[in-house]
Each structure stands twice: as C-alpha cells, then as structure tokens.
C-alpha cells in the first residue's frame, strides 16, 4: 500500500473561556474530523492548534491528549496572530497525516460560528454521520 502526507484543516469557536466550553468545542471538532477522514490516529504526525488571544483556560493539546492513541501524537498549542474584527474564541488546527492513497479525499472541518472562515471547503464536504456526501 501507498502513502502519502497530507494535511486536515478545522476550526470551531467555543462558547466562552472556560475549560468546559473549550473542552466540549474541542471534542467536538476532533469528533467530526475523525469521522469524516476515517482517521486512525496513528497515522497521524503531528497537529498544531492555534486559539485566538481570548482563549486561555486550557491548552487544546493537552484535551486531544485525552482521547484514545492520541497521547503519541506530537502537538503544539501556539497563540493565533491577532486581527481586529476576527473571529473570536475560535480554535483552530492543522493535522498532518500519513494516509493510503486510495483513500476518499482530505475532509476539513469547520463547525459552529468558524463555518465562516472557509464556507468553499464546509459546504461540499460530508457531514458527521450522514449515509452519503453533501454537494
């Protein structure tokens, strides 16, 4: 079999500045990319997360640490530049993996108030547990 490196974009927004909200946004959003990539976490190489300047309750890093095979996983939490007028409390991510090349194409996820970021990857791509692609 063959491989290739490819890397997986996402984002989400957390509801407010607590461990909680970001836990839940984080969860969230590692949920749907695994899902929608049929990611093994040992293909996985590293992520880095960014957060922007209003997140600091808790590391990213250190939520995706928790869930199974994910404490190998070589990751970085670093603080998004600041622009006036972006969006806030957003978290975002850049997963590179080892995946085979017949696998279906590279998903990125992009939930709650970040579908703005990118809405040309969001709207073709499948959504979390329906039979079949959208678009």
């Not at 969006?87 to 696998?103: A, D, G, S, W, Y």
């Not at 703005?116 to 959504?127: F, G, K, M, Y």
Request: net charge negative; glycine share 2%; with cysteine.
């Amino acid at each position: 079999m063959e491989w290739q490196l490819r890397a997986i974009r996402g984002a989400t927004t957390a509801t407010e500045n607590t461990v909680e909200a970001i836990t839940t946004a984080v969860t969230e959003l590692l949920d749907e990319t695994e899902v929608r990539n049929q990611l093994e976490p040992t293909e996985i190489v590293s992520v880095t997360f960014s957060v922007t300047r209003d997140l600091d309750a808790v590391f990213p890093a250190a939520i995706a640490r928790h869930r199974p095979y994910w404490d190998n996983v070589p990751m970085l939490d670093v603080q998004q530049m600041h622009v006036e007028g972006s969006l806030q409390r957003c978290i975002r991510f850049l997963i590179l993996v080892n995946i085979p090349t017949n696998r279906h194409k590279v998903c990125h996820t992009y939930l709650r108030e970040a579908q703005s970021l990118r809405p040309d990857w969001n709207l073709s791509q499948p959504q979390m547990f329906s039979p079949s692609p959208i678009g």
